[in-house]
């Protein structure tokens, strides 16, 4: 007859391995932020590429992680002029009347608009657009999808330490 033993030894040496876990967690989590950090800054190199008309902001979406911290922190770091690209694009502009003629024309040439005067002169009077692209990344199913597997890596990583201890899995030492 098929049955379930349940052993209750394997749970008190997996409590008696916690006291152990200090050492084992953050080198998972070193191990998987910063993965997460470049799946995620793809995403948002994604996001930003229908709006970034000559890819110099989606190029420099970058991912740093601080391991004192085990935080990873992704964003664009491109400027325009002394201004930071990602907030232009993210809170958008009020008008700048100063606003020169050239990176106007590259951008209708390189969208194929017809009437970049009026785009720039729209821009003098009244500013750029926002272009919300965090709230956009983060929304993605891809980005959820990303966190989970990161978070179920993590997870079956540290099970294993919990129920194996310092003895060897697979050929492997843990």
Same mark, same amino acid.
Do not use: C
């Given at each position: 007859?098929?049955? =379930?033993?349940?052993?209750? @030894?394997e749970? #008190?040496? #997996?409590?008696s391995?916690l006291?152990r876990a200090?050492?084992?967690? !953050?080198p998972?989590?070193?191990?998987q932020m910063?993965?997460? +950090?470049?799946?995620? @800054? #793809?995403?948002?190199?994604?996001?930003?590429?229908s709006?970034?008309y000559?890819? *110099?902001? @989606?190029?420099?979406?970058? @991912?740093?992680y601080?391991?004192g *911290?085990t %935080?990873?922190t =992704? +964003? !664009?770091d491109?400027? /325009?002029?002394?201004?930071?690209?990602?907030m232009?694009?993210?809170? +958008?502009?009020? !008008?700048? !009347?100063?606003?020169?003629w050239?990176?106007?024309?590259?951008?209708?040439?390189a /969208? +194929?608009?017809?009437?970049?005067?009026?785009v720039?002169?729209?821009? /003098?009077?009244?500013?750029?657009?926002?272009?919300? $692209?965090?709230?956009?990344?983060?929304?993605? $199913?891809? $980005?959820? &999808?990303?966190?989970?597997?990161?978070?179920?890596?993590?997870?079956?990583d540290? *099970?294993?330490?919990? $129920? &194996?201890?310092? %003895? #060897?899995?697979?050929?492997?030492? %843990?």
């Amino acid at each position: 007859m098929p049955l =379930i033993k349940l052993d209750m @030894s394997e749970l #008190a040496q #997996a409590i008696s391995n916690l006291g152990r876990a200090e050492s084992w967690v !953050p080198p998972v989590i070193h191990k998987q932020m910063p993965m997460l +950090g470049k799946q995620i @800054s #793809a995403l948002m190199k994604n996001q930003l590429s229908s709006h970034d008309y000559l890819g *110099t902001l @989606s190029q420099s979406v970058q @991912s740093d992680y601080d391991a004192g *911290t085990t %935080t990873v922190t =992704i +964003g !664009p770091d491109a400027k /325009r002029g002394s201004y930071d690209a990602g907030m232009i694009m993210e809170m +958008g502009t009020a !008008p700048i !009347p100063n606003l020169p003629w050239y990176p106007i024309k590259a951008w209708a040439e390189a /969208r +194929g608009v017809n009437n970049p005067r009026g785009v720039w002169l729209g821009i /003098r009077a009244g500013g750029v657009q926002p272009h919300p $692209f965090l709230e956009a990344t983060m929304n993605r $199913f891809e $980005f959820s &999808a990303t966190m989970l597997a990161a978070m179920d890596i993590m997870a079956v990583d540290l *099970t294993a330490l919990v $129920f &194996a201890g310092d %003895t #060897a899995i697979g050929g492997v030492r %843990t």
